[in-house]
């Protein structure tokens, strides 16, 4: 499944809901940045505060109040079905609840480029959006993959040598750099490299790098004029053809359909 974004907005210090409790059309996520407030959503309740995030279904009562002054996100959204070869978040799967982001790194990245957008012109901002929410969707569901790990007795790890590779990452992995180079540098096996990165991201390296290189190129597709191999080239991949392969693998479209639906 796959998130199609219908709404955004955004909330400072707010005091208090204007609703105590409410029902939406659409699936809805509000995103945290500071404050705190308490939720009930079906069997679910807790109190969310900065770096959490809160997903009620359609048609489900949402009752909230607010602890301290919360700023937040607030998005509305729907799901679809993206292909048989997609496997791209399971967003129905991440369900009712709470989920608290471990990337704070990442999160904060999110924040601020959804904080930018602000200043587009109506539909580049609906399209940078529909992105980002699904980059908050992607961390939601890398969240509550690692609470299944730790509900099997594994607890996520601090390692300042994966946040380094983290980091390498983020800037090498769209000139091509491979999982090897950074192994190398880290003085790790794949296989160690692998097992640790996981253990302190949820996600193995490669996927990670892959992400990057796929999100980037949904970016040069939605907004350039581009060639397929030039995106390619820009992306750390060999040529288009492998680049389509991956992209329609990971998205359920391939880059010609996804520049028809987003480009602006």
């Known amino acids: 499944m796959q998130a199609r974004y219908i709404s955004h907005m955004y909330w400072h210090r ?55 002054p919360v700023s937040f996100h607030f998005f509305h959204y729907h799901v679809e079905e993206c292909g048989a070869e997609s496997v791209a978040p399971d967003v129905q799967g991440i369900g009712a609840g709470m989920w608290r982001i471990l990337d704070e790194g990442r999160l904060s990245t999110t924040f601020r480029y959804i904080h930018a957008v602000k200043e587009r012109e109506e539909l580049a901002r609906a399209v940078k959006l529909e992105h980002l929410l ?81 999100r980037e190129a949904g970016r040069l597709l939605s907004g350039t004029r581009l060639a397929l191999h030039e995106i390619a080239a820009r992306c750390g991949y060999e040529n288009g053809y492998y680049l389509s392969r991956v992209f329609r693998k990971k998205t359920g479209l391939n880059p010609s359909e996804y520049r028809k639906r987003y480009q602006v």
């Open 134 to 214: 699904r980059d908050l969707l992607f961390l939601a569901d890398e969240a509550r993959w690692a609470e299944g790990v730790a509900g099997m007795g594994h607890v996520p790890q601090a390692d300042e040598r994966m946040e380094e590779a983290r980091r390498w990452l983020d800037n090498h992995a769209l000139r091509g750099s491979g999982i090897r180079d950074l192994a190398t540098l880290l003085e790790l096996t794949p296989v160690q490299l692998t097992r640790r990165f996981r253990a302190a991201h949820g996600i193995n390296p490669q996927d990670y790098a892959t992400e990057l290189r796929i």
């Open 14 to 68: 707010k005091e208090q809901f204007l609703l105590e409790q409410d029902r939406y059309a659409a699936w809805t996520l509000f995103a945290v940045e500071s404050g705190r407030f308490r939720f009930k959503i079906q069997e679910h309740q807790g109190e969310a505060g900065a770096g959490d995030m809160v997903v009620c279904p359609p048609q489900t009562l949402f009752v909230r109040e607010v602890i301290e």
